[in-house]
């Protein structure tokens, strides 16, 4: 049999290797967050917190997040992701074990800081390394599956939080704490830092930006604020706004506008983040053939992402139009799976400007859109109190404008954004 194919094949199951473990990891991210949330009746009973304390805890994890975000992902631009990645979900499982020791009100606001300083680096520097490992026509279906992480820590393992929690709060932090442990051994001991050469060959049909000229600071500044960066963070940080919005106030909106009973609302959030996420592949998917089949970055990466947005603006405002609960659940599942598919692409468009750099590249996106995470609820409670008795006006106002300042960053999206096509894809 031919050495090559042989190579192709086995540096095939290396690349889902790698994408596996990013998945996982994401998903104990988004679980180990999770975990206060769900338990917030019994913590807040058991530390007898009242409603402000509770509002300070979570708002807490994000204090440092943004910094640590972009600091973590510099470090892993000089020490290797493999190693940071590492840091980071052994950091993790000592954060959660700890937790155990958690005796009041300002114990859970240290964890929760220290939680998100070291989780902050993680989706940036697990970018970072995908970016390392897969070609470029390929990096927009991993960095799909690396997403879909987030949606299955908050819908599939709920239930099984919700258990443990049966147990006390405590166990279920110190659950996730092994996890992370798990995690780490196996992630340290079974793979590597980047693609050998002969690897990569075998992995891909060619050697993916096997020549890279280093960038002096000034011109990773003037790439940093470059149309093409800019407008990207734009959109990833309108998106963001839905995404917050989708949280903390579509089950409200379902049960409080829409009507259904809270059984209904569970179903709905769950056929939302379902049917969100196999748009988010598909999306993916299709941007990842164009940028193979025409390699044009504008093309696929742009125009397909900018275009999802568009649409999926479109599909979120129709709900303030038609008042009907299985629309509803449609337009937010299609709108939250169309403009959501830029988290997995715009960070290879960040990327893609300064590829030496590309773990500080990603954090700048991620940091920035995390600030629209900070800003959304506040502003869309504010939009509600506006409307006084008339709750309905006042969650439409929300969508209106949610809506349209995906609508807005999605065209100037494709109007600004040029990625160099003249470099090798």
Request: glycine content about 10%; overall charge positive; aromatic content about 12%.
């Amino acid at each position: 049999m031919d050495k090559s194919l042989d190579l192709s094949r086995k540096y095939s199951w290396v690349l889902w290797g790698i994408i596996i473990f990013l998945f996982f990891g994401n998903l104990i991210n988004f679980s180990e967050k999770n975990i206060v949330g769900l338990s917030a009746e019994l913590i807040m009973k058991d530390l007898g917190l009242n409603s402000n304390q509770w509002g300070l805890v979570g708002s807490a994890y994000y204090w440092i997040f943004p910094i640590s975000g972009i600091i973590g992902a510099a470090l892993s631009d000089r020490f290797g992701t493999k190693k940071v990645l590492s840091v980071l979900m052994l950091a993790w499982g000592i954060i959660q074990f700890g937790a155990v020791a958690i005796n009041g009100f300002s114990a859970l606001i240290l964890y929760r800081v220290l939680l998100g300083i070291f989780q902050g680096p993680f989706g940036p520097v697990a970018l970072s390394h995908i970016n390392k490992w897969f070609p470029a026509e390929k990096r927009g279906v991993a960095s799909s599956i690396f997403t879909l992480g987030a949606t299955a820590g908050g819908l599939v393992l709920a239930p099984i939080i919700i258990g443990l929690t049966t147990f006390g709060w405590k166990v279920a932090f110190a659950v996730f704490g092994g996890v992370s442990i798990i995690w780490f051994l196996l992630f340290m001991f079974t793979t590597k830092e980047s693609p050998s050469s002969v690897e990569q060959k075998a992995a891909t049909t060619k050697v993916v930006e096997n020549s890279i000229q280093k960038k002096s600071g000034k011109e990773v500044v003037k790439a940093i604020f470059s149309p093409t960066s800019l407008f990207t963070l734009f959109l990833a940080f309108s998106s963001f706004i839905f995404v917050v919005w989708t949280a903390i106030w579509m089950p409200n909106y379902l049960t409080k506008v829409a009507g259904l009973t809270s059984n209904q609302m569970g179903i709905a959030v769950s056929i939302v983040g379902v049917s969100s996420a196999i748009i988010i592949f598909l999306v993916s998917m299709i941007s990842d053939k164009v940028l193979a089949k025409t390699q044009n970055w504008r093309l696929s990466r742009v125009l397909v992402i900018g275009v999802s947005a568009g649409i999926g603006s479109l599909l979120l405002v129709s709900v303030v139009f038609i008042q009907n609960p299985v629309w509803n659940v449609i337009a937010f599942g299609a709108a939250y799976g169309l403009t959501g598919a830029n988290f997995a692409i715009s960070p290879q468009i960040m990327m893609r400007l300064v590829p030496e750099r590309s773990g500080l590249m990603a954090s700048i996106l991620m940091s920035f859109q995390n600030v629209g995470g900070m800003i959304a609820p506040v502003a869309t409670g504010f939009l509600i109190g506006l409307s006084k008795d008339n709750i309905t006006q006042g969650y439409n106002n929300s969508i209106l404008v949610v809506s349209g300042t995906i609508l807005l960053c999605s065209i100037l999206f494709m109007l600004f954004v040029k990625p160099d096509v003249k470099k090798l894809a």
